[in-house]
């Protein structure tokens, strides 16, 4: 890594919003309308996964067709939801406002398909703030791989190990660390070990303005 920070790539659910109700929702009236079963521990378990992954270990569903077919039912309850009830999480946009401020470059790589994204994006306004939005759809491999944030940085122009990663999820700083970019955890009430090998862990991002990233390199 080197010592200069030129880009922040953000992660959406738990870092710029907590949709995870939402995301609960969904599933459940998914699982209602099919017939399956679903639980909160199931819930539990799987957030934050692609659905291609999600599908097979809830209802064992291996025929591609079907996990899409159901994957995309899933994510029209989701957005319907989300609609009505996106708020951003305490000190996400005063960060992404200083950011643009200051002159970084900035871009959102998350696992949600990228109409999810888009929807989000408009509720909240954040075209303003981002160059680029990635989704975890349209790279070979999910978290803990690097492949969405190596993406969002080639987006950017900016070399990975200029970049910066915040994420709220243990397999998020592993994908971070794996394309050689820095990170800072939003960790919320958790104290996750693997929360705590980015370089900075959080409780929300009202504790991090412009000079904790500068000096964070």
Known sequence: MTDTIHAVIWDLDG??????????????????????PFSDQQFHDTFGMRNDAIIPILWNVTDKKRVQELADKKEAYFRDFVRDTAAPLPGAIELLSALREAGYKQALASSTPIKNIEVISEALGLKKYLTALVSGETVPHGKPAPDVFLKAAAELSVEPAHSLVIEDAVAGVQAAHAGGMYCIAVAGERDLPGLKAAELMVKDLTQVNVETIRNLA
Request: proline share 0%.
């Open 15 to 36: 870092v710029i919003i907590d949709s995870a109700e939402e995301h609960k929702r969904s599933w459940y009236r998914l699982a209602e309308e099919e017939g399956l």
